[in-house]
């Protein structure tokens, strides 16, 4: 029987492939783990230094930068030019680019949710746009958006954060049913907490945190099986599940109780 290792390079190996938000967490960590096996990367961000430095550990002979503003329809635009360029094509995009703004009701701004939306939700959608023509053009083309599993549920200050990454939730989930007669497959991924410069900032508890290189491998699992849905951590994932199925006036309280008096 084949190690899962093997398996993934099987699914893997000779696959063209297009991160975002690569420069540090999640997506510098998934670009290493993905460098373990015979791809072709393109990584992208805003900032340009971190992102030449993760293509010089992997080997700048694979691993390409295309540093950009994803949030905006023209840096989607410039980082489809260096793939294809680069590439000649791509086969996978794993849109993870994206940043996380609480609200304060007290306080409530519309300002936060039109960054949240901008940021996260637009940024896979010109990523998407500028990448389709040349995933139609794969045998193999793979849609992977990062969601959250704020996205499920709505947790306390997360408004404007929880509500775009329900937008890709269902975008995605849309996209998997348009493009499946296409041969094109749409998965999503549903982290929890994970130690990265974004979560360092929050200032509660972040139950089951997980390390970067341990979110990489279970999505590097899920993307070489093409799984729809990819969902980490297991425990808190089934605690999400779980609240979701409470009354409505259950888990209001539940959710009153996780809140630190100001």
Same mark, same amino acid.
């Given at each position: 029987?084949?190690?899962?290792?093997?398996?993934?390079?099987?699914?893997?190996?000779?696959?063209?492939?297009?991160?975002?938000?690569?420069?540090? @967490?999640?997506?510098?960590?998934?670009?290493?783990?993905?460098?373990?096996?015979?791809?072709? +990367?393109?990584?992208?961000?805003?900032?340009?230094?971190?992102?030449?430095? &993760?293509?010089?550990?992997?080997?700048?002979?694979?691993? %390409?930068?295309?540093?950009?503003?994803?949030?905006?329809?023209?840096?989607?635009?410039?980082?489809?030019?260096?793939?294809?360029? %680069?590439?000649?094509?791509?086969?996978?995009?794993? &849109?993870?680019?994206?940043?996380?703004?609480?609200?304060?009701?007290?306080? !409530?701004?519309?300002? #936060? $949710?039109?960054?949240?939306?901008?940021?996260?939700?637009?940024?896979?959608?010109?990523?998407?746009?500028?990448?389709?023509?040349?995933?139609?053009?794969?045998?193999?083309? %793979? =849609?992977?958006?990062?969601?959250?599993?704020?996205?499920?549920?709505?947790? *306390?200050?997360?408004?404007?954060?929880?509500?775009?990454?329900?937008?890709? %939730?269902?975008?995605?989930?849309? +996209?998997?049913?348009? +493009?499946? #007669?296409?041969?094109?497959?749409?998965?999503?991924?549903?982290?929890? $907490?994970?130690?990265?410069?974004?979560?360092?900032?929050?200032? !509660? *508890?972040? *139950? !089951?945190?997980?390390?970067?290189?341990?979110?990489?491998?279970?999505?590097?699992?899920?993307?070489?099986?093409?799984?729809?849905? =990819?969902? $980490? *951590?297991?425990?808190?994932?089934?605690?999400?599940?779980?609240? @979701?199925?409470?009354?409505? #006036?259950?888990?209001?309280? &539940?959710?009153?109780?996780?809140?630190?008096?100001?």
């Amino acid at each position: 029987m084949r190690s899962r290792h093997q398996r993934n390079h099987v699914a893997l190996d000779g696959r063209r492939i297009w991160i975002t938000g690569a420069s540090s @967490g999640i997506g510098a960590a998934l670009a290493e783990a993905l460098a373990d096996y015979d791809v072709q +990367l393109v990584i992208s961000a805003r900032s340009e230094g971190p992102l030449n430095t &993760l293509a010089r550990k992997i080997g700048t002979e694979r691993c %390409h930068v295309a540093a950009a503003d994803l949030s905006s329809r023209e840096g989607n635009q410039q980082c489809a030019s260096v793939i294809t360029e %680069h590439l000649g094509g791509i086969d996978t995009i794993i &849109l993870n680019a994206g940043n996380c703004e609480y609200v304060d009701v007290s306080q !409530f701004n519309s300002q #936060a $949710f039109a960054n949240m939306l901008q940021t996260n939700v637009m940024s896979q959608v010109y990523g998407i746009e500028a990448t389709l023509p040349l995933l139609r053009r794969s045998k193999q083309g %793979h =849609i992977v958006g990062v969601s959250s599993q704020a996205g499920r549920l709505g947790l *306390p200050r997360s408004e404007a954060y929880g509500a775009s990454k329900a937008a890709i %939730h269902n975008m995605l989930e849309a +996209l998997r049913v348009d +493009l499946k #007669a296409e041969g094109i497959d749409v998965s999503a991924i549903y982290p929890g $907490f994970v130690k990265t410069p974004l979560t360092d900032r929050n200032d !509660f *508890p972040m *139950p !089951f945190l997980v390390s970067p290189e341990e979110a990489a491998r279970v999505m590097v699992d899920g993307i070489a099986q093409r799984r729809a849905e =990819i969902h $980490f *951590p297991r425990r808190l994932s089934a605690l999400i599940a779980l609240a @979701g199925r409470l009354p409505a #006036a259950w888990y209001t309280r &539940l959710a009153q109780s996780m809140v630190r008096p100001s």
